[in-house]
């Protein structure tokens, strides 16, 4: 496993992260609590110790189930997790974003007791409202962590533009957005906020949310309890759903294919292309992390890094 530490501090993380969302038990289809607890303790035993969550995944299910995996082996972990999004009265009326101090000390609070810790190593603001001014979101981050129950702290699907005139604490050491080979649109941003502004990267739907395995084409359907059975997950319809499957079929062109998985290749390609961050992965069998482990072996020579940057733009 490599290793990357957070922004300028001395927290060294894999550079393979453990997904959590699927951990919640929703909007991913059947999930064994069993399977991913075990992975858990796969990932840790491969030297993944990087492992992100949020309290809206599974309703706060994704960091009860973390916490107890984590049970006895918690100093061998980075838990990362993430407030700012929570739901409405009636929770089928959906989610909205709330960066308010009352709200992130509330969230906190209760993510700490889910996850059963003392502290919280990462804590990241979700998504950005349009209500609460960005310095006084850092203000009640950085008080939490004179308090003791944050490490560092971190923000999640921000643009660079947002930051720009932002002077960058210490302890704000991370940024997290949607990244892969089927999702290249922020890919300015990501290089200006991680040259400019010194904060280590963290890539969310690394593999296009399972496009990239190469286990879907364009006959696949999914259960309604599966997100990727709704529009708003545009890597699965229409023409973004064409345009990935001649990514795919770049992949399965390149020289390390079948050698190296399409998964790993999807890995091995934001770690070669970009040369920094920590890549999150979705994790819902040990097999997954296993094989996600195996991307970190190798490398993709530059003919074929190059190959896939040309097909995905």
């Known amino acids: ?16 992260g453990f997904g959590c969302c699927p951990m919640g038990g929703h909007g991913w289809g059947e999930v064994s609590s069993e399977d991913v ?61 709330d960066n308010s101090p009352a709200w992130l000390n ?49 923000l999640s699907n921000i643009y660079a533009k947002e930051i720009e005139g932002c002077p960058i604490p210490p302890a704000l050491v991370t940024f997290q957005a949607q990244y892969s080979l089927a999702s290249r649109s922020y890919e300015a941003d990501i290089l200006r906020i ?40 545009v890597n699965f319809h229409g023409a973004r759903l064409y345009q990935n499957m001649r990514i795919v079929q770049a992949m399965r062109e390149l020289p390390s294919y079948p050698t190296r998985s399409l998964a790993q290749i999807a890995i091995r390609w934001i770690l070669d292309h970009l040369g920094f961050g920590i890549v999150l992965v979705g994790i819902k069998k040990p097999v997954q992390i296993t094989e996600n482990i195996d991307a970190f072996s190798w490398r993709l020579t530059q ?11």
Request: proline share 2%; charged share 30%.
């Open 106 to 154: 509330q969230a906190l609070d209760a993510s700490i007791r889910r996850l059963q810790v003392d502290y919280i190593d990462l804590y990241q603001v979700h998504y950005r409202d349009s209500r609460t001014p960005l310095c006084d979101v850092i203000e009640v981050l950085e008080a939490n962590r004179k308090l003791g129950k944050i490490r560092y702290y971190g």
């Open 303 to 313: 003919a074929e890094i190059n190959s896939l940057e040309r097909i995905s733009r």
């Open 194 to 233: 991680a040259r400019k502004k010194d904060l280590t990267f963290l890539s969310w739907g690394s593999l296009g949310h399972g496009i990239l395995t190469g286990k879907y084409d364009v006959r696949s359907r999914f259960p309604s309890n599966d997100r990727r059975s709704r529009p708003v997950y």
């Open 1 to 16: 496993m490599h290793y990357a530490a957070l922004g300028g501090t001395d927290l060294r993380a894999s550079r393979l």
């Open 37 to 97: 607890e075990r992975a858990v303790r796969v990932a840790l035993d491969g030297g993944v110790n990087f492992f992100d969550t949020a309290d809206v995944y599974g309703l706060g299910e994704s960091e009860r189930r973390l916490g107890k995996s984590l049970k006895g082996r918690r100093q061998e972990a980075i838990i990362s997790t993430k407030g700012g999004v929570r739901f409405r009265d009636d929770q089928e009326a959906g989610t909205y974003y």
